[in-house]
């Protein structure tokens, strides 16, 4: 069926207001249905378009729009709608009803329609019947019962068990007793309408059949009875996982129902105990009703089941914040020794979610839980716990076992947490356990353990652990020269490519012009002349990235820089080289050039990183000297280069002592 | 006592309370050669002298100063009350106390309580985009007031206003137009900052982590290659003004010695000149960072900067003591006191 249309065939019965009175009492003059707020003139405009577009799921929209809305400017075209002998009795039956509700009384010449030769006419009269018609409706209605068709019966029963409530039994017990084949929506709105006992429970058994469900909520949407709720809980607790169109009707009618209904009718089906309960009440918890009321009895209705979905199902119900977790706590924690790994994570992640919990402390023992997930889900609570919770100075041994993993993704995870919640204290035993990782050949352990040392260490020892990494920590660098947009300044020669003198001074310029965004009031691409002399730094990224921008005088941007490191061996070797930089380098070693890259951005990332990687250059002994060109047109700018023997172990090129 | 209130009014309006500790000293501030006042490292000229007392004559000038104990045009009535407000104390003038000048200055409290009282604590103009702003501003000037002025309800006014600020804070860590956590900008993440550690310094408790997120936000608006600041992080153009605003919050929040910090002092230095005249845009705003920052920067670069700022303030105030810009004479006036007046503060409590 057409998706728009199923829309509006679910909305049209509520276009009558829900209403409630006893069979024998006269019959009330119908308040005026609720109304929507006033819609826009041009909706209206469009509407009446539609209505005469001779479409019928165009024109059913555009009647449910009227009656929503109580568009008195709609009646008129309604009113010709209905009358059109040429359009189909269905939506004609509509215009009925909607010309019905517009008037807040049965429309004129009612009779003509109750004994219409079209059945959808006749049905369509039953159901104006069930809010307008006054103390006629009665008599009217018994004709309607002996309707030669099934669905004008069916409407009429329906109609009547809204008028006459419990008195209506007599008249829907004998059309929906088991056996009957009655159509379910108009079955299930008597029912419900009727509201007895024996009527909701044919109604529980009619909605437990899922071919019949759909139809079933259809027929009960509007009917906002407190005892419909569980009959709607007991349907899902029934229902196949595998219907998730039938799922989500459910949850879309529950979502329409009075909150405080909700609440109760979970707790009722908390109470009642029993896997499949305890699963549906905190599943609809969880997506519709967070009460913290219900919190309690679903954790105590927990503690009797072994069913690992339900428990789950729990778990997650009561992990969500306005369930308010912590005053779950010891039931969360008790979760971690549970059989089953899957709850143990599920546990971790809940505890994550209360407030004021020290993770560090319940989570120790799970450091050294024997499943990974477990584990992995333990370290990554603890990433999101204030570092002020941590073991200050023995945070190395509370994560000795899963810094020693044999799972990588674990051990980096680990360290991960060191760089988190570590202190100056940790950073020795860190660095005794993990310098071994900065020395070995997995590049993913090695940048997770050098990020966590980098996190811990004190700033003037970042050189160590970058030199322990193969990377060239100690540059005299010099800077900055003009560059321009074009990266012209790449080819320039500037004094440092002639001949290096770390006394010396050069008079440069440059420009505000690059900075990324622009710089406000600071002029344009006029160049700027400034005195520009070498300076000594250490690398102090754990990655090794020498930052030329933030070591050499402002802006950074449209900008050429020099940086120069020697390197010492005992004797010659060959040396294998990774160079990388943001934007491009050119690196001389010992007098001669050996690479140079530029980069283009990177679409994704707009970052501009070169890299030569694999460069096998020949060392001398004694001192060797690369000079890097780096250029920067905008944004980042860096250079880094790394030393590996030809296994890929890092090699410690410290400067030559002075 | 007059002394006293010196030191902490620079704690307050200069933003640098971080560095005010029990263990301060009275300054002392001696006579040098010409007429100069030597106070603490810089020299307070004899023209400078003249145009700071000018202009808190022309605040405290009947008409210039409203009724209800308010300065301004009535678009921005609590900014410039609050920074007229804090020009008084910058000199050590006590509310209540000290003749003409103490009444001004508690007529000015009493406006600032009273905005609280009608608006559930708020201080800023509701639906004005400068709403946040004035009332960081009116929080850092009332917190700097508790103590000092006779009037009980300093106290409550703080705490419900500090209180705001606490819950408007967003997920970045940073603060927006509106008392509500939605989006954050530099500039008014700043004001709020420096609001919340004076407030802190006077007492009030603000939570390690607020200033740790709002540090963080503010840190996020650097630009990588420049160290100039954005209004957003990664978003528009890099500026002297919120670069001055952000330096000087990293540096109140003991982030002195972070590249951040240190890589932003940088850009002011080697930003044009063009920053020291007349006319340049959001002078006031931009100096009232700035000179401070600058300050923190080191005795060198504090003695190469104040000399060309305070001549052309000084070159700017009006026969009347006022001085213009864009937020009102007052505003101008206030900022401009609290801009050359900075030598006031006094050795050795602020250690660079």
Redesign the interface.
């Given at each position: 069926m057409h998706f728009r249309l199923k829309l509006i065939l679910l909305a049209l019965p509520l276009a009558g207001p829900a209403l409630s009175f006893a069979a024998d009492a006269p019959v009330p003059a119908a308040p005026a249905p609720a109304v929507a707020p006033v819609p826009a003139p041009t909706g209206v405009g469009r509407m009446l378009q539609q209505l005469e577009s001779g479409d019928w799921i165009l024109q059913a929209e555009a009647l449910h729009y009227f009656a929503k809305h109580r568009v008195m400017d709609g009646a008129r075209a309604t009113g010709a709608l209905l009358a059109n002998e040429k359009a189909g009795p269905w939506i004609r039956g509509r215009a009925l009803v909607t010309l019905s509700a517009l008037e807040n009384k049965v429309p004129a010449e009612f009779e003509k329609w109750l004994s219409h030769a079209k059945p959808e006419l006749r049905a369509a009269a039953a159901e104006v019947l069930e809010v307008q018609g006054g103390d006629q409706a009665a008599a009217w209605l018994q004709t309607l019962l002996k309707d030669a068709d099934e669905t004008v019966r069916y409407q009429a029963a329906a109609t009547h068990a809204r008028r006459s409530k419990e008195a209506a039994w007599a008249v829907v017990d004998p059309l929906t007793a088991e056996g009957t084949r009655s159509p379910a929506r108009l079955a299930a709105r008597a029912l419900a309408w009727t509201g007895t006992d024996a009527a909701l429970q044919r109604l529980g058994v009619l909605m437990a059949k899922p071919d019949q469900l759909s139809k079933c909520l259809q027929g009960i949407r509007d009917i906002l009875s407190p005892k419909i709720v569980p009959l709607i809980l007991a349907a899902r607790a029934v229902l196949p996982d595998g219907e998730e169109r039938l799922h989500g009707l459910i949850l879309t009618d529950l979502q329409l129902r009075d909150k405080k209904d909700l609440v109760a009718g979970l707790g009722k089906f908390i109470e009642a105990g029993g896997d499949q309960n305890i699963r549906t009440a905190a599943r609809v918890m969880t997506l519709l009703a967070p009460a913290p009321e219900l919190g309690e009895p679903l954790r105590n209705a927990l503690t009797k089941v072994m069913d690992t979905k339900t428990i789950e199902a729990g778990m997650i119900a009561l992990g969500i914040p306005a369930i308010e977790p912590a005053r779950h706590l010891e039931f969360f924690t008790k979760q971690l020794g549970h059989a089953d790994p899957a709850i143990r994570a599920l546990a971790i992640r809940c505890l994550a979610h209360c407030e004021g919990v020290n993770l560090f402390e319940i989570l120790h023992p799970k450091m050294a839980d024997e499943n990974v997930p477990v584990v992995t889900a333990a370290l990554g609570a603890l990433l999101r716990s204030p570092p002020a919770n941590a073991p200050r100075g023995t945070l190395v041994t509370y994560l000795q076992a899963p810094i020693g993993s044999a799972d990588n993704t674990v051990r980096a995870l680990a360290n991960e947490v060191l760089a988190h919640a570590g202190s100056s204290d940790d950073y020795q035993p860190a660095l005794a356990t993990l310098s071994g990782l900065l020395k070995g050949k997995d590049d993913n352990l090695r940048s997770s353990a050098a990020k966590a040392l980098g996190e811990l260490a004190p700033s003037g020892e970042i050189g160590d652990l970058v030199s322990m990494q193969g990377y060239l920590a100690k540059w005299t660098i010099i800077g900055t020269f003009l560059n321009d947009d074009k990266n012209s300044g790449f080819q320039e020669v500037f004094p440092p490519e002639k001949a290096i003198d770390f006394e010396a001074k050069y008079q440069a310029k440059f420009v505000w012009a690059g900075v990324q965004g622009g710089v406000e009031g600071a002029g344009d691409a006029k160049p700027i002349d400034r005195e520009v002399a070498w300076t000594k730094v250490s690398v102090d990224q754990a990655d090794g990235r020498l930052l030329m921008a933030a070591n050499l005088p402002p802006p950074g941007s449209l900008s050429v820089g020099y940086a120069v490191a020697d390197a010492a061996l005992e004797k010659e070797r060959e040396v294998t080289l990774t160079i990388d930089g943001d934007d491009g380098f050119r690196v001389w070693l010992n007098g001669a050039v050996i690479a140079e890259q530029m980069a283009t951005p990177d679409p994704k990332t707009k970052l501009t990183v070169a890299s030569v990687p694999g460069l096998k250059v020949k060392l001398k002994q004694g001192s060797n000297r690369f000079l890097v060109k780096s250029s920067n047109i905008t944004g980042p700018w860096w250079v880094r280069v790394r030393a590996t023997d030809a296994d890929g172990n890092p090699l410690d090129l410290r400067a030559p002592k002075q | 006592m007059k002394l006293f209130r010196i030191t902490n009014i620079y704690v307050a309006t200069l933003l640098v309370a971080t560095f005010l500790t029990a263990s301060l000293q009275p300054a002392k501030a001696q006579d040098g050669p010409a007429g100069e006042q030597i106070v603490g490292v810089a020299r307070l000229t004899p023209e400078v002298r003249a145009s700071i007392t000018k202009g808190l004559d022309y605040l405290a000038k009947e008409g210039v100063q409203k009724a209800d104990g308010s300065w301004g045009s009535g678009q921005y009535d609590v900014a410039e009350t609050s920074l007229g407000l804090m020009a008084f104390m910058l000199k050590g003038h006590v509310p209540g106390r000290g003749g003409r000048y103490g009444v001004v200055m508690e007529n000015a409290i009493t406006y600032l309580i009273n905005k609280g009282r009608s608006q559930r604590g708020f201080l800023g103009t509701p639906n004005n985009h400068a709403g946040m702003y004035e009332h960081g501003l009116a929080v850092l000037a009332l917190s700097e007031a508790w103590g000092q002025s006779k009037n009980p309800a300093v106290g409550t006014a703080l705490r419900a206003g500090v209180d705001i600020i606490l819950r408007a804070q967003n997920y970045q860590g940073g603060w927006r137009y509106t008392p509500e956590p939605t989006d954050a900008d530099l500039s008014m993440t700043v004001m709020q900052l420096v609001a919340l550690n004076s407030a802190r310094e006077s007492g009030i408790q603000v939570p390690d982590t607020t200033m740790e997120k709002a540090t963080k936000y503010v840190i996020s608006c650097q630009?990588?290659?420049?160290?100039?600041f954005?209004y957003m992080p990664g978003?528009?153009?890099?500026?002297?003004?919120r670069s001055a605003a952000g330096v000087m919050s990293l540096i109140m929040t003991g982030q002195r010695n972070h590249?951040s910090t240190q890589?932003g002092l940088?850009?002011l230095k080697?930003?044009?000149d063009?920053?020291f005249e007349k006319g340049?845009?959001r002078f006031h705003y931009a100096h009232y960072y700035a000179i401070q920052a600058m300050y923190q920067a080191g005795e060198a670069d504090f003695q190469a900067w104040y000399p060309k700022i305070a001549a052309t303030v000084v070159s700017m105030q009006a026969p009347d003591g006022s001085w213009s810009g864009e937020g009102g004479a007052a505003y101008a006036t206030g900022a401009s006191i609290l801009i050359i007046g900075v030598p006031y503060r006094f050795l050795p409590i602020y250690q660079r």
């Open positions: - | 630009d990588e290659s420049s160290g100039g954005r978003n528009g153009e890099v500026g002297f003004a590249k890589r940088a850009f080697a930003y044009p063009k920053k340049y845009p």
